[in-house]
C-alpha cells in the first residue's frame, strides 16, 4: 500500500506562484510514476503532471507546459509541482496519485493510489 498526502495548495493572484508537495509513503515505490491530476467544479478530472521516480522522465499537459514543472526528492520521498504565471482557469482540486506501471499515462483510471487533494484558487 502506498499512502500520498498532499500540502501547499492556498490562494494566489492571477500571474504567481504556487508550489504543491506529495509526501510518499508505504511500500517501495521507487519504480512508480507518480502525476498530478486536477478537477475544477464541474470538470472531469484531468491530467496535469507525471514522472517518472527512477529515471525522472517528465510530461506534462499542454495547458501547463512552460508554466509548470515536477520534480522529485529522494530524500525526503516527496513530488513536487510549482506552478508559474498562475491563471484563473488553474484553479482546481489538485490530486497526487501513483502508478505502479512503468509507462506514463494520463487517464486517471490508470494510477492505482490517491492522496486526497489540496484546494488552489487564482483569483485577484
Known amino acids: 500500500q502506498v499512502q500520498l498526502v498532499e500540502s501547499g495548495g492556498g490562494l494566489v493572484q492571477p500571474g504567481g506562484s504556487l508550489r504543491l508537495s506529495c509526501v510518499v509513503s508505504g511500500r517501495t515505490f521507487s519504480s512508480y510514476v507518480m502525476g498530478w491530476f486536477r478537477q475544477a467544479p464541474g470538470k472531469e478530472r484531468e491530467f496535469v503532471a507525471a514522472?517518472?521516480?527512477?529515471?525522472?522522465?517528465?510530461y506534462y499537459a499542454d495547458s501547463v507546459k512552460g508554466r509548470f514543472t515536477i520534480s522529485r526528492d529522494n530524500a525526503k520521498n516527496t513530488v513536487y509541482l510549482q506552478m508559474n504565471s498562475m491563471k484563473a482557469e488553474d484553479t482546481a482540486v489538485y490530486y497526487c496519485?501513483?502508478?505502479?506501471?512503468?509507462?506514463?499515462?494520463?487517464?486517471?483510471?490508470?494510477?492505482?493510489?490517491w492522496g486526497q487533494g489540496t484546494q488552489v484558487t487564482v483569483s485577484s
Open positions: 496519485a501513483a502508478d505502479r506501471s512503468l509507462v506514463i499515462t494520463v487517464q486517471a483510471r490508470g494510477y492505482d493510489y
Open positions: 514522472l517518472r521516480w527512477s529515471v525522472g522522465i517528465t
